[in-house]
């Protein structure tokens, strides 16, 4: 059986590198100076401060470690939908360590109890060659029971705690970068045009981070390395592309894919633990809410690629703080800017001759600029479901551009050609 | 063996493997955990009440609904995952319109079930059309439309709702559109949802169309192998976006016994997480209409003695969600298992009846073979 997320493409044609250093830079100025305009023009300040920004990537890493975790074992062409049953996982193990050993005790057996969804995954979809969704689904159903059970079981009866929440869980030191830090925030403070969001950018990732997000943000990179830049990784992500030629050029097969669904558990695991220590400082049950499909959905969104997963996050975490920080009238400057962006599309598209895409593009947009005009506020609700409105915008835009390992989802068995 | 009993053989061990398994990995998490072991089981599988059979007869069929929802699109290789979204929004917007009343007596009931039905598919539709028009996955999609589902429901309910207590709901079902409930069960204080008829009418209409019509065979068909089907003339898209808008009608439905039979309104309240646990009943029953059946009320079964566990084990009854989990974790892990191992003996038989050493060419079909020996 052969389910493919995203589009069906067999060819895969190398583009030239399209971010380049200097477009990159050249998109970063132009942001700055957007979001400048867009403060300026609606007067909602906080869309951009250091503290929105900081609190977004408190709730970006989460979400961005399951999408890592997924792009491992989606990599390695397992699909993983598994991924919020392995943050379950990994949110009692940090309730639970963290209560006996400490903090540093909850990363490690958030991260671990999350590995050991991973190999059960491994285990039905490589060994048995169960259907990849099938098995997800059926560990969602488990780790969610496994959770419960077992956070009853230990916390039932244990000080500040009950059968559905943990003791607390000791914090993780902040690092603060001293010079940078202050100068930043000063520049933030004085309120120059494009130069005071820049300001609150480098404010925002320089004081007061948890220990924690650097380490995650260091596994971004180490990812990258790893299945990118060694042996190990062009293997692990052959038996992806085609597993049958992995095979014949003498690659143990099975061995990478157990070992990429492991670490894509062990990922969630320790987004798991980061919901749990960082962000609450407890274990709850119910905490994850579905942040393990939004890290699927952030990886598909991104492409199946470290930084398009870690742009993924940023947007869901970004959308999901404003609806937190004066959702109402934030969300509601942001549909100028949404629909701007929709217009702007809409022209790049009709450049394009693609009149059909073009004409959706900008009937969205007049929708949402009229919204934005005879509205003050937008509802919490809509604050809230703005992330997952926009993931399907982009996806409904994007998604012949996306391409998915060729042999994810597929079944392989050693030594059968397919 | 006979090759009906063979052809059986499979679909009967799987599910008692799958049970086995299920009963020692449960037992042995009992065990580490140092709960008692004998103790749980004694009180999931003590006799149930007549007031337990009840509850169990009534959640049942609301999880096959569910059950058949997901099976729709499973049958054609369809996850829709977004059933959950789909029958929270048609249950709300059903409820709506029945507490509305334009309509009198049961001619109210009949258009809520019918606007039910509409809202759950054209929620499904939207993932239907996007994977056929834009090719976004529907797995992505559906979990998308889940999420908003919850929030625009919760903004509509906030319009529309009226409070009654510390609670707030849709206007209640007038007494004339409500559905009676059957008394069945002898000795039971509550009585079964009238509307447990629906799923009845449902898993039979699913048998019919898939066995017996053009339709289901073109649904199966294209399930199997989108190439073959395209290559005799059907029309993948259609098929998808079809299967979806079926599928999310059936969802649209899931939610009415309960809201004919016993909630009357939709609240905050109204019963989560049905449409998940349908996936996991579909992929239990192997998508078959009875199948289906079984494993809703497996579930049910399931869900009533587990509420029993905290009195009499001290267990915390989260415990069967371990058990539902890992018995759709080993059915479907057994299944593989038993036909690996059916394939194999097929093997090592048409081996023997072709004779040892003869083997040049391709191997004959297992059909063949079959009948050269009877």
Redesign the interface.
Known sequence: MTVILGPDRTVATAPARFWTWPRLLAAFVATLVAVAIMRAVTGADEIFTSGTLRTTVAAAVPIGLAGLGGLWSERSGVINIGLEGMMILGTWGAGYGGYVWGPWGAVVLGAFCGALGGLLHALATVTFGVDHIVSGVAINIIALGVAQYLAALTFTGLPQAGPTQSPPIPNLPDVTLPVISDAALWLERQGWFALSELGSLVAAVTSNVSALTVLCLLLFVATSYLLWRTPFGLRLRSCGENPVAAESLGLNVYRYKYVAITVSGALAGLGGAFLAIVAAGIYRDGQTGGRGYIGLASMIFGNWRPSGVVAGAGVFGYTETLGLRSGPTSVHALLLLLGVALAVLSIWQLTRRRTIVSGIAMALALLVIWVYLVTDTVPNEFTSLTPYVTTLLVLSLAAQRLRPPAAIGGRYRRGEAV | MSTRLKAFLPLLAAPLLALVMAFAVTSL?LLI?G?PVMLVWQTILSRPDARNVVNVINSGAVLYLSGIAAAIGFRM?L?N?GVDGQYRIAAFVAAWVAGEAWLPGLANTALALVSAVLVGSLWAGIAGV?RVT????E???T??????A???V??LL?KVAITEGNQIGTKPVPEGSRIPGLQLIPGAPDDIYGLVLLAVVVGVAYGVVLSRTRFGFELRATGQSPSAAMASGISVKKMTVVAMLLSGGVAGLIGMPLLFGEYYSYGVTFQPGLG?AG??VA?LGRNHPVGVALGAVLFAYLDEQGNKLQIFANV?P?????????I??SV??AY??VQRYVLRLEERMVGASVGEGDDVGPPPGHDETQEARS
């Open positions: 998490v955990a709960d290789k996850f995952i996007l834009r090719g976004v996955h797995v992505i999609s979990i998308m439309l889940n999420f908003i919850t929030f625009l919760a903004y906030r998940f996936i996991a992929l915390s989260e415990l069967v969600l371990i058990i539902q989990g890992v759709v974790m479907v892990i593989e298992a």
